[in-house]
């Protein structure tokens, strides 16, 4: 073997090794470029949004009482109990029964205008509001779960990165592109 042989073999055999080693120490010091993605879900927050809701009810009122005391009544029906109670018998008796049919029939008078006047109503419309609470849920962003290296860790994105996150200086980019 000639020495320019020898020497071109081991200057090779160097450069090879130096080469290798230097590759490999690249590959071991460098660091990942991106983290895996391992679970995405979406952040919600709920609010509530309160509004009025109205209505129209129809509303019977009973009328105002112009006579509280029922004297019309009492007074009519006393008269056409009298004129009755006079029709009957005869003598002292026609008498007893003129006041017996005067009180049955201011009583029965006085009952008589009560029950009109209970029937005696009228109708109005209100308008009824209520405030009634709705439910919303807002999208605020997604929470991710990744893996960089051996560290499993979560953060929260306002978009859903896919599969991966860029990661530059051992530190993720969170920033959308």
Same mark, same amino acid.
């Given at each position: 073997?000639?020495? =320019?042989?020898?020497? $071109?073999?081991?200057?090779? +055999? !160097? !450069? /090879?090794?130096?080469?290798?080693g230097i590759a490999g120490y690249q590959m071991l010091n460098s660091s990942p470029t991106a983290a895996e993605v391992l679970k995405v879900s979406e952040a919600y927050k709920t609010i509530k949004v309160p509004r009025e809701v109205c209505e129209d009810r129809v509303v019977t009122h009973q009328a105002p009482v112009k006579d509280e005391n029922r004297v019309a009544g009492s007074v009519v029906g006393a008269v056409v109990g009298g004129l009755l *109670?006079?029709?009957? $018998? *005869? $003598? =002292? *008796?026609?008498?007893? /029964?003129?006041? +017996? $049919? +005067?009180a049955a029939g201011g009583y029965a008078g006085n009952q008589v205008q009560k029950n009109l006047q209970e029937k005696d109503t009228y109708t109005t419309t209100e308008r009824v509001c209520n405030t009634v609470t709705d439910t919303k849920k807002d999208l605020i962003g997604y929470d991710v779960e990744y893996r960089l290296g051996e560290q499993v860790a979560t953060v929260r994105l306002d978009h859903n990165p896919g599969s991966s996150i860029p990661v530059k200086d051992g530190k993720l980019v969170l920033n959308a592109q």
């Open positions: 073997m000639n020495r =320019s042989m020898l020497i $071109g073999t081991v200057f090779g +055999a !160097v !450069v /090879a090794t130096a080469g290798g *109670g006079k029709q009957v $018998g *005869g $003598g =002292s *008796g026609k008498k007893l /029964a003129t006041v +017996a $049919g +005067a």
